[in-house]
């Protein structure tokens, strides 16, 4: 008669632990990878949060600017397949009822408002205001104009990109349509 012993084993062989300890590194490593992702992709999603907030103020800005105007440079083209320089020059009056002058222009990488004191838009130390932040640069800004009549308001389109400048890929385009409401010609 032979008695067979058989012992029970206790614990996990050097094997198994070997097993689970790669595939818990294989489980980690794509965890990682997906939390990487994600943090990627909330900085992308700030970074356009960001461009769309300067640009929905420097867009009333601009289209408040316009809207203020009675006429509008004839620098402005008003055919459509060729945009203006860059450059308009808004006629205004002031609660003095004087004719003073706002040049909206793009101006060292941001967006510019140069308010005139003058009669004309000459004025060697105008007052300017920026409508992008140093965290924006603002390029292509492009102008169109429908000069009016007494019975038809002018158009005016306003073109430009907005780029973050810490993330050079998130970049968004803007368009300003508006009518000069105050219009009384074309100087």
Request: proline share 3%.
């Amino acid at each position: 008669m032979r008695f067979s012993q058989t012992t029970k084993q206790k614990g996990y062989t050097l094997v198994e632990m070997v097993v689970v300890v790669c595939i818990m590194g294989i489980l980690m490593l794509g965890v990682v990878g997906m939390f990487l992702a994600l943090l990627k992709g909330q900085g992308k999603t700030n970074a356009l949060s960001r461009v769309k907030r300067e640009g929905d103020l420097s867009t009333v800005a601009i289209e408040q600017e316009l809207r203020d105007g009675f006429a509008i440079s004839d620098i402005c083209p008003s055919d459509t397949s060729q945009p203006g320089i860059g450059t308009i020059y808004i006629y205004k009056r002031d609660t003095n009822n004087k004719t003073v002058c706002s040049q909206l222009m793009l101006d060292a990488n941001k967006i510019v408002i140069a308010d005139h004191g003058l009669e004309t838009c000459i004025n060697p130390n105008p007052t300017t205001r920026d409508l992008t932040s140093g965290e924006m640069t603002a390029t292509g800004l492009q102008i169109w104009c429908k000069h009016g009549s007494q019975f038809d308001h002018g158009l005016v389109r306003v073109d430009y990109t907005l780029q973050d400048v810490a993330d050079s890929t998130t970049s968004i385009p803007f368009r300003v349509i508006t009518a000069l409401r105050n219009i009384q010609g074309v100087n």
